[in-house]
């Protein structure tokens, strides 16, 4: 594109934090190339973000959608910086380092220096009664069993069975990987959710090696003066709403609200687009993103490339609900001395997993209160709401002593939002982008291609931004 050419017009659909990321860096970057543009953000609700959603209700601060952010993927945390909301960043307590794992009805802290599906510490691992002798033993087999050489993709529960034993898929491992991609790890790909892994796999020969190693060389930075600015997790004093704030107030002027997407076509020409609402205005553009889940985007593109929309409908998304639940603190007897638990479906309770909000986070409960999130996946969309809390009390109540009814109890579904990268993912998404490419003007961008978190979905909407103005 020309600098100084005509004024272009760019149409973004969805208001989630990829369309607004979409949306800022789009006018960021024009400006800076000093291209003239105007920016239509279109969102089918009354609200912008999305999944993000915080409520301050009674003195607490309650997170409906995610909590957090990962700080070491740097999209987010740069964008903070660049809207000048790093200030107000809180990191997770301190004081709490440890999770639990639930196990016969009982939680048991994850011992410490063990990571997601392997020890990286011996004396707690050897200590933990999470774990069997034996399953203990086929676990440090991993230390022996030799790398695999073909670069093929494969389930990630297929690789934490073959290097570490099927105790350690469904103990631990099992409960992690589905409390945070709502879904069964039996599909799921690892070179598109948990590449770290396959490198520690290829570098080290074995999990717990590269643990090891990454132990002590976290122990020789921590000795640097320099020491780590910001904790591992992110969130902000006032909630994750504040990044939505920020950016939908610096691009307040382009985003139109209850505006929902029902059809796109492409100009005959092929040099622009034609969106049109539900009301069946229509709008017109040369530069489009679509800001949304795959599955949605498959629906909407179809009139444009019915291969596209095959491709985009093969990534399955998956349901989840949160349930926030405050106490009065004497009415648990449970310590609370951790961030939270997950649960392995081995034992059979509806609830995957349970956040100590307001313990993780300090500040999110008035004096001698407790707020707990509870996570539960499918099926969800038939359950009435107060079905949902019923059932994260028959699950809490023995786990964690609780000895009276919550104060409130609060509940938010999240239809159709967690996307669910199987194997071969990767394929699907080059397949995707091949496609996406022979469209002039287009970009897709979302939590559906190149990472589930929010610096991926930040990250995946800035780079569709830069590549409108780039073509
Ligand atoms: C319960 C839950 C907890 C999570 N926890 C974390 C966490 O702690 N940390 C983390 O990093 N990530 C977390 N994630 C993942 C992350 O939050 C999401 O992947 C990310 O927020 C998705 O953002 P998005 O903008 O791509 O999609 P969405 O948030 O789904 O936004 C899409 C937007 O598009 C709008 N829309 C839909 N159809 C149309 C249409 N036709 N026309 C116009 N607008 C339309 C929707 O109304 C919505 O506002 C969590 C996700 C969930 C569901």
Redesign the pocket.
Known sequence: MPENSDRKRAIV????????AACYRLQREAAQRNIQIDVTL????G??????QTEHRDDFLIE???????STKPA?KALCEELGIADQFVGTNPKVRQSFVTRNGTLHPVPEGFYMMAPGSLKPFLKTPLFSWHGKLRMAMDLFIPRRERDIDEAVAHFVRRRLGTEAFTRIAQPMIGGIY?SDAENLSLKSTFPRFLEMEKTHGSIIKALRAQRKQAAATSQDTSGARYSL?LSFKSG?QTLVDALAETVSSSIRLN????QIQQNTDGTGWQVSLATGEPLNSELLCI???AV?TGA?IESVSSPLATKLRTIPYAS???VNLAFRRPDITHPLDGMGFVVPATENLSIIGCSFSSIKFENRAPEEHVLLRA?IGEPISKRAESDLIQLCQTDLTPLLGIKEMPRFATV?K?TQ???QYQVGHQEVVNDIERLTSKLQGLAL????YHG??????IR??ETAAISLLDA
């Not at 659909?13 to 607004?20: A, D, K, V």
């Not at 409906?64 to 990962?70: C, L, T, V």
């Not at 961008?445 to 559906?448: D, E, H, I, L, V």
């Open positions: 659909i969805g208001g989630g934090i990829t369309g607004l279109l969102e089918a609700t609200r912008v973000g999305g999944v993000i409906h959608g995610p909590d957090a952010f990962i987010a709502t997790f994750m505006a929902p997407v029902e800001a949304l889940p949605q909407l989840s609900a949160t996570f938010n999240h939002a967690m996307a961008a979302g939590n559906g589930i978190g929010i610096p991926d979905c995946s909407g």
